[in-house]
């Protein structure tokens, strides 16, 4: 399945941004969906996932209250909506696909990944 992330930016601290994946395999609501993010000099972290029907999610605790995602099957795309952004979350945000049922946190665990998209925080 191929990803194609979109939706990253340049926003000032407090603002909001909203992340979306595009998938192009029909079989999109069979794949537990997560969203990665890569800081410049460091490793890529786990930041939120979504079962395939959308009724489990889990995040990352630097996550927590402030972004959601979800998804819709019908038009094969995930979305991750951010508010509340400070500095600290620019990254290169991607988005991966894991086969199965459960909702996983290490990026070993993903099978397919997107090109990524760079989210610039500004203070």
């Known amino acids: 399945v191929q990803l194609q992330a979109s939706g990253g930016g340049l926003v000032q601290a407090g603002g909001s941004l909203r992340l979306s994946c595009a998938a192009s395999d029909g079989t999109f609501s069979s794949y537990v969906m997560g969203w990665f993010r890569q800081a410049p000099g460091k490793e890529r972290e786990f930041v939120a996932a979504i079962r395939w029907s959308g009724e489990s999610t889990y995040y990352a605790d630097s996550a927590k209250g402030r972004f959601t995602i979800s998804r819709d099957n019908a038009k094969n795309t995930v979305n991750l909506q951010m508010n509340s952004l400070k500095p600290e979350d620019t990254a290169v945000y991607y988005c991966?696909?894991?086969?199965?049922?459960?909702?996983?946190?290490?990026?070993?665990?993903?099978?397919?990944w997107g090109q990524g998209t760079l989210v610039t925080v500004s203070s």
């Open positions: 991966a696909a894991r086969r199965g049922r459960s909702i996983a946190t290490r990026r070993s665990e993903y099978d397919y």
